[in-house]
């Protein structure tokens, strides 16, 4: 079954963790750092693909999925690079660990969400040093739990600039201080009630402002929408702001200016029925947008955006594309665009692994 037909069905909190636990269908929010990510050559639109900006990201994390489909590893590439290589490194979680997640924070520390278990499940956040390979021993461990000393399933996270952690459950965003471990309570944490449908990414602002992607899933549609929670939201929040997307939105990141960035996927066809894909996208609407808008920019790509799964954008505004059982070889790619690209603008590269079986919708960039 494809991975948009598989998602589009997910029409309960049960639904939802199975699905979670066996795609871990998350994006990230965008803090990219270190030095050149590289490029090519060429101009952006019809003249060449808009070389990567210099100063950019290092190292571009993949999640691997097993032979059956469970994500158990995490890849990292350098950014840059282009065509079927190795990656630089793997990174081993332990035995039985199923990975739904993945963050990077400024340092350049690792995140890894994920359940524990097979028949009781323990829900943790592994936070592995910089550079971490194989079977690294994490620096932290976090068990996630809730006010009501509940485990939550970490579908997405992401790291501010003051190391603070934010995590997405079904239904309910936890933070986390930036030295947590063991079983901690969070530090902050709110339940999304009714504008809750299904969250498949997080990201949040210089001002501590969260931005949610939530695609509704009904008997007869599918649609979806960005949700923009207060810095500090508690308790039964509700948004400050709602953007409608075009598409489904798989994913929301932010660049350095604030300007907001979503992978949607647009689709025809009932829910519990067959489900025609008809086109993918990325819509970059300016920060501080409210309620509908047409977004600045929508990136298609060069006919090869099927099943955009997850983007991150760095801290020079390179985008990073994640494409899962689609793309231009039929196998996961990820596609990396230089600043400003929009329309049918050509990847600057596109990456892909000969040792991918199969990957999460999970990506992150450092």
Same mark, same amino acid.
């Given at each position: 079954?494809?991975?948009?037909?598989?998602?589009?069905?997910?029409?309960?909190?049960?639904?939802?963790?199975?699905?979670?636990?066996?795609?871990?269908?998350?994006?990230?929010?965008?803090?990219?750092?270190?030095?050149?990510? =590289?490029? #090519?050559?060429?101009?952006?639109?019809?003249?060449?693909?808009?070389?990567?900006?210099?100063?950019? *990201?290092?190292?571009?994390?993949?999640?691997?999925?097993?032979?059956?489909?469970?994500?158990?590893?995490?890849?990292?590439?350098?950014?840059?690079?282009?065509?079927?290589?190795?990656?630089?490194?793997?990174?081993?979680?332990?035995?039985?660990?199923?990975?739904?997640?993945?963050?990077?924070?400024?340092?350049?520390?690792?995140?890894?969400?994920?359940?524990?278990?097979?028949?009781?499940?323990?829900?943790?956040?592994?936070?592995?040093?910089?550079?971490?390979?194989?079977? *690294?021993?994490?620096?932290?461990?976090?068990?996630?739990?809730?006010?009501?000393?509940?485990?939550?399933?970490?579908?997405?996270?992401?790291?501010?600039?003051?190391?603070?952690?934010?995590?997405?459950?079904?239904?309910?965003?936890?933070?986390?201080?930036?030295?947590?471990?063991? #079983?901690?309570?969070?530090?902050?944490?709110? #339940?999304?009630?009714?504008?809750?449908? =299904?969250?498949?990414?997080?990201?949040?602002?210089?001002?501590?402002?969260?931005?949610?992607?939530?695609?509704?899933?009904?008997?007869?549609?599918?649609?979806?929408?960005?949700?923009?929670?207060?810095?500090?939201?508690?308790?039964?929040?509700?948004?400050?702001?709602?953007?409608?997307?075009?598409?489904?939105?798989?994913?929301?990141?932010?660049?350095?200016?604030?300007?907001?960035?979503?992978?949607?996927?647009?689709?025809? =066809?009932?829910?519990?029925?067959?489900?025609?894909?008809?086109?993918?996208?990325?819509?970059?609407?300016?920060?501080?947008?409210?309620?509908? *808008?047409?977004?600045?920019?929508?990136?298609?790509?060069?006919?090869?955006?099927?099943?955009?799964?997850?983007?991150?954008?760095?801290?020079?505004?390179?985008?990073?594309?994640?494409?899962?059982?689609?793309?231009? #070889?039929?196998?996961?790619?990820?596609?990396?665009?230089?600043?400003?690209?929009?329309?049918?603008?050509?990847?600057?590269?596109?990456?892909?692994?000969?040792?991918?079986?199969?990957?999460?919708?999970?990506?992150?960039?450092?």
């Amino acid at each position: 079954m494809r991975f948009k037909e598989t998602v589009s069905r997910v029409l309960s909190a049960a639904n939802r963790l199975v699905l979670a636990g066996v795609l871990g269908w998350s994006v990230l929010a965008a803090a990219g750092c270190g030095a050149s990510g =590289g490029g #090519t050559s060429g101009g952006g639109g019809t003249s060449g693909p808009t070389p990567l900006a210099a100063g950019g *990201a290092t190292d571009i994390y993949v999640v691997q999925a097993s032979a059956t489909g469970v994500p158990i590893s995490i890849q990292d590439f350098a950014a840059g690079s282009g065509g079927s290589v190795a990656p630089k490194g793997t990174l081993l979680p332990p035995a039985n660990f199923q990975v739904q997640s993945i963050a990077t924070d400024n340092s350049g520390q690792l995140y890894v969400g994920g359940t524990l278990g097979q028949q009781t499940y323990q829900y943790e956040v592994l936070v592995y040093a910089a550079g971490a390979t194989g079977s *690294a021993t994490p620096a932290r461990t976090l068990i996630l739990a809730d006010y009501q000393g509940q485990g939550f399933l970490p579908i997405a996270m992401t790291v501010d600039g003051s190391g603070l952690l934010y995590v997405v459950g079904l239904g309910n965003v936890a933070t986390y201080a930036a030295t947590a471990n063991g #079983t901690s309570v969070p530090a902050s944490f709110f #339940t999304l009630g009714s504008s809750y449908t =299904g969250v498949g990414g997080i990201a949040v602002d210089s001002t501590g402002n969260i931005y949610l992607s939530n695609f509704i899933a009904t008997q007869t549609s599918l649609s979806g929408e960005l949700l923009v929670y207060a810095a500090g939201a508690s308790g039964s929040a509700t948004p400050v702001r709602t953007i409608p997307t075009n598409g489904v939105p798989y994913g929301v990141a932010l660049d350095a200016s604030g300007d907001i960035y979503t992978p949607a996927v647009v689709e025809t =066809g009932p829910v519990l029925g067959p489900v025609t894909f008809v086109s993918a996208e990325v819509e970059e609407f300016a920060g501080g947008t409210a309620g509908s *808008a047409v977004p600045m920019k929508t990136l298609t790509g060069p006919g090869t955006l099927t099943y955009a799964a997850a983007a991150k954008v760095d801290s020079v505004g390179n985008l990073y594309l994640l494409t899962v059982g689609g793309g231009s #070889t039929g196998m996961p790619e990820v596609m990396e665009f230089g600043p400003g690209v929009r329309g049918a603008d050509a990847p600057a590269v596109v990456l892909t692994s000969g040792s991918w079986t199969g990957t999460g919708a999970q990506l992150a960039v450092h």
